[in-house]
């Protein structure tokens, strides 16, 4: 992972061969004003902090960007909201999707695995909120499988087209050595895909470890989206593991949100 030209120093920058016009940022914990446990740039409005230093850190984030980042209400459930210049902030939807320059659909994380994607044209930019919850969704149909509908036409044969003209990337989240699931996290994926089974590891007393990341890169697959990149599951990705660069809900319980965000220029 590169680090942003931006003066947040720290912040990602997705490796990815987005096309010209396509700008993604990941942020972290430093950079801005809230005092600990926030500290430093929590962009979250409903874990506890002040509000005066959240729509400070929320102002540096756009400036930071140069495009305007639409904040969701994520309830870690499948619904797409598609931006326009008047969507207001705190809509519930957990993925926004936009072809309008300047806008920026913006998912903020603590755990959960945050997906940015675009088409290889720049026409069309994405960002999904993908939890266990999200990710899993209902009959192996949840976040990933809702948005990429608002890229693919109706057309089979066009609809598998147009899912190899995507690409995406995927930020941080807690690591597959972190995030211990009962057993009825693993039915809610392997029940609908057997070979996820492979992103478990059984653990004494009934439980698991859970490879996010990799659970995520197999739905993608399915999808025939194969051109992914970013986490991949190494330490370095993991939130938990990183308290001096990430927020992590289950390592602090009180916790801020870091934000990954993709645009048009």
Known sequence: MTRSPTPLADWLVPDWPAPPGVRARCSTRTGGVSAPPYDSLNLGT?????GVHVARNRALLQDALGARAVFLNQVHGSQMLKLRADTPDNVSADGAF????GLA???????????????????????????????????????LEAVCKQFMPLAPVERAQAATELIAWMGPCIGPNAFEVGADVVAAFTNPMPQAVECFKPLPGGKWLADLPALARQRLGQLGISRVFGNDGSPSWCTVANPLRFFSHRRDRVSGRQAACIWLE
């Not at 409903?46 to 002040?50: A, E, L, S």
């Not at 913006?106 to 939890?131: K, Q, W, Y």
Request: glycine share 16%.
């Open 46 to 50: 409903h874990v506890g902090d002040d």
């Open 98 to 101: 936009t072809r309008e320059r």
């Open 105 to 143: 659909c913006t998912i903020m994380v603590a755990d959960c695995l945050p997906i940015l994607l675009c088409d290889v044209r720049g026409t069309m930019v994405a960002a999904v909120h993908a939890g266990w919850r999200g990710l899993a969704g209902e009959g192996g149909v949840g976040v």
